[in-house]
């Protein structure tokens, strides 16, 4: 779940045996020949995974939400460094979405927070850009998607998950969402976007 992954190799095929969400068995065919992209997979069905219940995968930093800032720099005309608080001041979003682990496990969680798509547009992004790096506080975990990806409806950072703020285990202050991408392109403790 920790390793950069570059996406947009949406031919590529997966084939997984079988897997388990929520109780309920998904035949191989579900993701064969989809590639990281499985929207086509309807989760509307199924129960809404607690809290308590999220799997957790690496150990969370330590966070001093006063000092923390979410810096948007890069290939931008207005580099922006956000507090926790005017964060949450921005329009959310509101999705139960699938987090796929292949092999390990899957949860179905209600995730709350901001399009990143309404920070690139406040920071004005350069039109050379192409990708988009996402890092983590405190280490070298980062994402890299490309842009066109990052530009779709359901990618968002999350700090909320089923109503409660984002335990600090599962990303907080900042997650990043991505609908219909694998469990390892969604970034725990998120503070820096960059764009190139």
């Not at 957790?56 to 926790?84: F, H, K």
Request: some cysteine; proline content about 6%.
């Amino acid at each position: 779940m920790s390793r950069m992954r570059k996406q947009g190799r949406v031919g590529q095929s997966l084939v997984l045996a079988s897997m388990v969400v929520a109780g309920v068995v998904l035949a191989s065919s579900v993701l064969v020949g989809c590639g990281t992209n499985f929207d086509r997979f309807d989760n509307s069905t199924l129960p809404v995974t607690p809290v308590e219940e999220l799997h957790i995968t690496g150990a969370a930093p330590e966070v001093n939400i006063e000092d923390y800032r979410l810096v948007v720099d890069g290939l931008v005309e207005t580099p922006l460094s956000l507090t926790y608080e005017v964060i949450l001041d921005y329009p959310t979003v509101t999705e139960v979405v699938l987090l796929v682990c292949p092999g390990f496990f899957t949860d179905n969680a209600e995730w709350t927070g901001v399009p990143v798509t309404t920070l690139l547009s406040e920071a004005g992004i350069r039109p050379e850009a192409s990708e988009v790096t996402f890092h983590a506080l405190g280490s070298e975990y980062k994402v890299v998607l490309p842009l066109d990806v990052v530009q779709q409806d359901g990618v968002f950072l999350a700090h909320t998950v089923n109503g409660q703020v984002l335990p600090a285990k599962h990303g907080y202050p900042m997650r990043l969402v991505v609908r219909g991408n694998y469990g390892y392109d969604w970034l725990k403790w998120l503070n820096r976007i960059e764009i190139s």
